[in-house]
């Protein structure tokens, strides 16, 4: 029942009027997967996975982030596109679980080509069944839905 509510919850934050479409395509590392992505004003996007985590034994792994786009300035003529976020993640198997999760990351656009990479590193802190911190990486591709 927690997950159904949780799930719910993370649902119910979508935005009724996004001004972009969906960003669909895979994740590598902890998980690997499906990823799905959907840009909120241009400022940032509700980010979700659903894949498989080879890490303690394996388990079917499921998260939900809210992430804000920043530009990293590296000098004059040059930033860094970034983001950084808060989410839930759930672990479904033997060892169940609820998480907290930090994002942080980078991305990049193939414009005028309807691609996108990112890879993430993510501290995560786990909740239930006990307490415990955690470091998670990610690498992934999406295409960009109009």
Not at 24 to 31: D, F, L, S
């Amino acid at each position: 029942m927690k997950y159904i509510m949780v799930i719910w919850a993370l649902l119910a934050c979508l935005p009724v009027k996004a001004r972009y479409g969906w960003h669909v395509g895979v994740i590598t590392g902890e998980p690997v997967g499906l990823s799905m992505s959907r840009e909120v004003d241009g400022n940032g996007a509700y980010d979700f996975a659903l894949g498989w985590d080879l890490s303690d034994g394996g388990f079917v792994h499921m998260h939900g982030d809210r992430v804000w786009y920043y530009r990293l300035i590296l000098d004059k003529n040059q930033a860094l596109p970034v983001y950084a976020g808060a989410g839930v993640r759930l672990r479904l198997g033997r060892k169940a679980g609820i998480s907290a999760r930090a994002p942080l990351g980078t991305r990049y656009v193939f414009r005028p080509h309807p691609f996108e990479a990112f890879l993430e590193i993510v501290p995560t802190l786990t909740l239930v069944p006990a307490t415990a911190l955690d470091l998670k990486w990610a690498l992934g591709v999406r295409y960009i839905w109009p």
